[in-house]
């Protein structure tokens, strides 16, 4: 009964690969984000979607893509993986837009780490 | 865009002593100041928030100031247990602005037996 859910936990991957996260909620929420957390803690947003329409679109590299199949899952593809990328990488839904001050819910993350 | 700074980054304190971790904002349009507790291993989680049009709040141990004016907010626990060490966030938005929550760096708060 799983909130947020994010798939893999932990990712090793190659330079120059391409990998996938994917993310659930069963909360409802008609909201999705993803954050990035890197090696210092800081967590900075990456995307963020409203009933599968992206919002936010942070200053992200365009090998970095999510996909909304239905509001309960937004999806994260990564192509050409490059060592900078490693992170942990968080998945969260809100009842309402983030901008409209809506308690975030974020998964366990998912440690990608590229060598 | 919003800018928030947070202080301490590490504080270390005694079981039972109290802890204050402190932030700075720099838009003062934003109105919704929340903090997120991260346990090792977990997803950030919300364990108190404010909006501009409050001062102050309270949850059992924890509670949160804000001063508009000077533009900071505080996180306060009294009466600390082992089980409050973790990372703490504070975060800032603009409320119907295009950018979602700004967050500090996070502050590592260790609770010495």
């Known amino acids: 009964d799983t909130a947020v859910s994010q798939t893999p936990k932990y990712l090793v991957t190659q330079m120059g690969n391409d990998k996938s996260i994917k993310c659930e909620q069963n909360?409802?929420?008609?909201?999705m984000y993803w954050y990035k957390q890197d090696s210092k803690k800081f967590l900075k947003i990456m995307f963020s979607?409203?009933?599968?329409?992206?919002?936010i679109n942070e200053t992200v590299p365009n090998r970095f893509s999510p996909k909304s199949p239905d509001k309960a899952h937004l999806n994260l593809h990564i192509n050409s993986l490059e060592l900078g990328d490693s992170a942990v990488y968080f998945c969260?839904?809100?009842?309402?837009?983030?901008?409209?001050?809506?308690?975030?819910?974020f998964g366990e993350g998912s440690r990608l780490t590229v060598l | 865009g919003e800018n928030v700074e947070q202080h301490p980054s590490t504080l270390s304190v005694q079981e039972g002593d109290s802890a204050v971790i402190k932030c700075t904002y720099s838009?003062?349009?934003?109105?919704?100041f929340p903090w997120y507790k991260q346990e090792l291993g977990k997803g950030p989680q919300l364990i108190i928030d404010i909006r501009s049009n409050v001062g102050e709040k309270k949850d059992q141990r924890i509670a949160v100031t804000l001063n508009k004016t000077a533009k900071h907010f505080s996180l306060h626990i009294t009466e600390t247990q082992p089980e409050d060490s973790a990372v703490y966030f504070c975060?800032?938005?603009?409320?119907?602005?295009?950018?979602?929550?700004?967050f500090g760096k996070g502050t590592h708060l260790i609770i010495q037996p």
């Open positions: 838009d003062s349009a934003s109105n919704y």
């Open positions: 969260a839904s809100s009842q309402v837009p983030e901008r409209n001050t809506g308690e975030l819910f």
């Open positions: 979607y409203n009933n599968k329409e992206l919002i």
């Open positions: 975060a800032a938005i603009t409320g119907g602005g295009a950018d979602g929550l700004t």
């Open positions: 909360l409802g929420h008609d909201t």
